[in-house]
């Protein structure tokens, strides 16, 4: 019943950064862990990074971290993704998701059972 919605894709140039959001009307959204993941055209969808219900612990993909920062905001019912130095490799449709109360990890995508629709980020070189 959870609804997440993402937002802040777009276009943009290798080395710019952007700012993805996901937001949730829930009022319990500070019960949950969530995570964002990517998916390009052809690819597996694969995890980002990833941040526990208070906010005081995240993971990232070995190959992204120091280059994007997780964040939320509980009161406001909001995750955050600062993209930095972004490279054409980074170019996906970007997921968050709601990790499963059941869930035995931060990294698959079956440990998440609740997803936005995506948003999309194209960097060009």
């Known amino acids: 019943q959870v609804d997440l919605v993402e937002s802040g894709g777009g276009l943009v140039q290798a080395g710019g950064s952007l700012r993805l959001s996901c937001a949730a009307p829930?009022?319990?959204?500070?019960?949950?862990?969530m995570g964002w993941f990517r998916q390009a055209p052809g690819k597996e969808r694969e995890f980002v990074a990833g941040?526990?219900?208070?906010?005081?612990?995240?993971h990232y993909a070995d190959w992204v971290k120091g280059r994007f920062s997780i964040s939320r905001d509980n009161a406001e019912n909001t995750m955050a993704l600062q993209m930095n130095d972004l490279r054409p490799g980074d170019t996906a449709a970007y997921y968050c998701?709601?990790?499963?109360?059941?869930?035995?990890?931060?990294?698959?995508?079956?440990?998440?059972?609740?997803w936005g629709r995506g948003t999309q980020v194209t960097v060009s070189s």
């Open positions: 829930g009022r319990t959204f500070s019960n949950y862990n």
């Open positions: 998701a709601k990790q499963s109360v059941q869930a035995s990890g931060w990294f698959s995508i079956y440990d998440y059972d609740r």
């Open positions: 941040i526990n219900w208070s906010g005081q612990i995240s």
